[in-house]
């Protein structure tokens, strides 16, 4: 059964600061996903990562995929109160549309 | 494109009634997913359907729960008898294969209180 495991479950940050979340999964994967999930909200996509050593830059957030290690990070860069969110790493083994879900880190930046 | 859309928003009933979910997906998209989310445990798959046939369904927890999808714009999540324990929020989404990025498209979710 494929497992894809985040840590920090939580995360409490000041503004300004630098973070990374990890996102472990336990199987060969073709693609990894980033989802963000404001309160109350739906999810939004973040990022796709689609081969070892790709990543992914949008403002603060930096995504980048390891696959023999089978980890993926996202990195916040000089955090603000506006990235306070839940984010989800999500896989796709075997290049199938289904894909696994992480548990989810829930951010929250503090002014 | 308006996005995946389900309805309702909010659904509060009571325990033993039947609770009928609504979506319809991204003109286009040939796959569909339901999904269930609670603070316990998380976002589960449901069901998921590829051109209008059910593929996987082997997350709907009970018999209790069913998943239709008539057309190519069209899909119920249907739970009869409703319980307290089923309430949570539903999210619908759909995705388009053969593209490079196939992100699944999530609706805006119905909250779902069983009392």
């Known amino acids: 059964e494929l497992k894809v495991e985040q840590n920090p479950l939580f995360l409490s940050m000041q503004e300004g600061k630098n973070y990374t979340i990890y996102c472990n999964y336990s199987t060969t994967s073709d693609r990894l996903y980033w989802y963000r999930q404001d309160p109350g909200k739906s999810l939004e996509s973040l990022f796709v990562?689609?081969?070892?050593?790709a990543v992914k830059q949008e403002g603060r957030l930096m995504a980048s995929l390891d696959t023999k290690a089978r980890l993926s990070t996202l990195h916040i860069t000089a955090a603000v109160h506006d990235l306070s969110a839940t984010y989800f790493c999500?896989?796709?083994?075997?290049?199938?549309?289904?894909?696994?879900f992480g548990t989810g880190t829930k951010l929250q930046v503090i002014p | 494109d308006a996005g995946v859309i389900q309805s309702p928003r909010h659904e509060v009933t009571e325990m033993g009634q039947e609770v009928t979910l609504r979506c319809k997906p991204i003109?286009?998209?040939?796959?569909l997913f339901w999904y269930r989310q609670t603070m316990m445990r998380g976002l589960e798959l449901l069901i998921y359907f590829n051109n209008n046939v059910p593929i996987d369904d082997s997350g709907m927890p009970e018999d209790r729960f069913s998943a239709k999808m008539p057309n190519a714009s069209f899909s119920t999540l249907k739970i009869q008898p409703s319980e307290p324990r089923d309430s949570a929020v539903y999210f619908c989404?759909?995705?388009?294969?053969?593209?490079?990025?196939?992100?699944?498209?999530f609706g805006a979710g119905t909250r779902l209180s069983v009392l």
């Open positions: 989404a759909s995705s388009l294969s053969g593209t490079t990025r196939s992100f699944q498209y």
């Open positions: 003109s286009g998209h040939d796959y």
């Open positions: 990562l689609l081969s070892n050593g």
């Open positions: 999500a896989v796709s083994p075997g290049g199938y549309q289904k894909v696994t």
